[in-house]
């Protein structure tokens, strides 16, 4: 800007200097009367001169030609009097023009801030079909753009609307086109989770039905069971074991599938913590694996505020997906730990001056198979084990969040951390 004033400065001077050398451009040329001879022959009068034509009225642009001769003349003999007008005039013009240059900088600024921030990728195209703009989000995904079905026809006819669902990079996307001041506007949004929302929605509501379904036939044969080990031959009995094992495993999905489906609630009540080690040794026997496995409890003696029937199913899942994992890993042998006890937790620098709370820690730790993918271990209905629904953990991590607790994954370790308020 500054350049530019000095440019305009040069030529307010170089506009002073030449009307200061000629001050009037063009003269009028002087206009005779009209005399009262209308003889249009052309001999001479009595004095022996010329006869003289008569002037025609002066035109429109004859008179706004004067009109305009004279206040450009008014405009340097003003410039010529007062040339600082002129120089502050120009100065305030160039501040306002700098203002208004700001303003569209900013502007633009903040609306490429704004679409930087939509969670959307978007595309602008030329009616040539060359880019007008993208946000950084496409530029991410931007060979999904061979995905959509007739792009080419939508750049050619930016008219028309085409609404999809594109695969790609293991997301699902949202494509949707529109036209805007003969540009192609397309957007692309993730639609994964709403997918997998509704998707587990319909899952669930068909497992539940399964469910109920089940349950009846499945508690006659446990009664059966029963029945049948009381007057069974010594040789059975390891028939008659296995068979309940596998009628315990069923139960435990039955239930596990009809607690997902209803949600969780948890009824806090005190609960001795040593007391749920027994539990769980308990449900070790009653579960089926063949390797040799060492197990390793390590429960304090403390009282808690828990759900304990809750905890139990979210403990004794952890538990399984460890026996499962060595069952499935290459080693002929393992080993399960799980300790609890009560840890204080820090709270941070600014409330040090509080005591700190007390919470119950749950560590379980496995020696078996390397998880294959970490980030699907609590997704409901995705699992990489060879037996198992994916429901286990899902709904031992709605249980601890029931419980406004927390799990904490150490994953090359395979080390799981529960934290839950003692209170």
């Known amino acids: 800007m500054k350049s530019s004033f000095h440019s305009l400065h040069d030529s307010q001077d170089l506009l002073i200097q030449s009307a200061k050398q000629n001050p009037q451009k063009t003269k ?16 001479p009068n009595q004095a022996g001169t010329p006869p003289i034509t008569p002037s025609p009225p002066p035109s429109f ?6 009109h305009d001769e004279k206040s450009g003349q008014d405009f340097l003999r003003e410039i010529q009097e007062n040339p600082e007008n002129i120089k502050q005039l120009l100065e305030e013009f160039i501040t306002i023009i700098s203002r208004y240059e700001k303003d569209v900088k900013d502007a633009k600024a903040l609306y490429e801030w704004l679409i ?30 061979e995905s959509i079905p007739n792009l080419k026809t939508q750049q050619s006819t930016p008219t028309i609307q085409l609404q999809t669902e594109v695969e790609y990079a293991k997301k699902i996307f949202l494509i949707q086109t529109n036209s805007f001041q003969n540009r192609l506007l397309i957007t692309a949004t993730d639609i994964t989770t ?15 039905h399964l469910a109920h379904e089940i349950r009846n036939p499945i508690g006659s044969i446990s009664i059966l069971a029963g029945l049948l080990q009381k ?20 139960e435990r999905i039955i239930k596990a599938t009809l607690l997902f489906s209803k949600g969780i609630s948890a009824h806090k009540s005190p609960v001795r913590i040593f007391e749920l080690q027994d539990e ?36 004794q899942n952890f538990l399984f ?4 994992a060595i069952e499935e890993g290459e080693n002929e042998s393992g080993q399960v730990i799980i300790r609890a006890q009560i840890v204080a937790r820090d709270q941070g620098e600014a409330r040090q001056e509080k005591p700190k709370q007390s919470e119950v820690e749950f560590f379980i730790k496995d ?8 980030n699907i271990l609590f997704e409901p209905f995705a699992t990489t084990k060879l037996k198992g629904n994916g429901l286990g953990l899902a709904l031992s991590s709605q249980i601890i969040y029931a419980h406004s607790g927390r799990i904490e994954l150490d994953a090359p370790s395979k080390e799981f951390r529960i934290f839950l308020p003692k209170l």
Not at 116 to 141: C, K, M
């Open 321 to 324: 997906n460890a026996i499962d």
């Open 367 to 374: 020696t078996g198979k390397p998880f294959d993918d970490p």
């Open 231 to 250: 007057s069974a031959q010594d040789s059975q009995l390891p028939i008659i074991d296995e068979l309940q094992k596998s009628i315990f495993r069923v």
């Open 194 to 208: 709403q997918k997998r929302q509704a998707r587990l929605a319909s899952m669930g509501q068909i497992s539940a």
């Open 61 to 66: 642009a004859e008179e706004h030609g004067e």
């Open 116 to 145: 930087e921030t939509l969670p959307q990728a978007i595309w602008v195209y030329n009616h040539d079909g060359s880019f007008f703009y993208r946000n950084s989000h496409a530029i991410e995904i931007s060979p999904i753009l």
């Open 28 to 43: 009028q040329p002087q206009r005779f009367p009209n005399t009262k001879n209308t003889n249009n022959t052309h001999s």
């Open 280 to 315: 769980l040794d308990a449900f070790v026997r009653s579960y089926s694996f063949s390797k040799h496995i060492d197990f390793s409890f390590e429960f304090v003696d403390k009282i808690a505020y828990l759900d304990r029937d809750l905890i139990l199913i979210a403990l």
